[in-house]
Nanobody
Framework: EVQLVESGGGLVQPGGSLRLSCAAS????????MSWVRQAPGKGLEWVSV????????SYVDSVKGRFTISRDNAKNTLYLQMNSLKPEDTAVYYC????????????WGQGTQVTVSS
């Protein structure tokens, strides 16, 4: 059974930082690209970032480029999202997701972790 468990969310002031983690199990983590997707209050899902299976290739939505960094540790079956210079508009539930392949759709989701950026 595929399981994706996010952690690391919370309340942070504008300009602050958070690091999200996603512990993966139930599949061969090192074989798959992984994504972060978010949903702001009252809005639809927004793809944030993707990393390929070996961590060499990454991609980001324009609104987070230069502020967020996606990474992975295949030895620990863990995905990360380092978020710096956070803005109120980054407030959302952040979901870890397993991709079918590089930009080939998502087939499993985590339960999400809340990130709130507010003073």
């Amino acid at each position: 059974e595929v399981q994706l468990v996010e952690s690391g969310g919370g309340l942070v002031q504008p300009g602050g930082s958070l690091r999200l983690s996603c512990a993966a199990s139930g599949f061969t983590f090192s074989n798959y690209a992984m994504s972060w997707v978010r949903q702001a209050p009252g809005k639809g899902l927004e793809w944030v970032s993707v990393i390929n299976n070996n961590g060499i290739r990454t991609s980001y939505v324009d609104s987070v480029k230069g502020r967020f960094t996606i990474s992975r540790d295949n030895a620990k079956n863990t995905l990360y999202l380092q978020m710096n210079s956070l803005k109120p508009e980054d407030t959302a539930v952040y979901y870890c997701a397993k991709d079918r392949g590089w930009f080939d759709g998502i087939d499993y989701w985590g339960q999400g972790t809340q990130v709130t950026v507010s003073s």
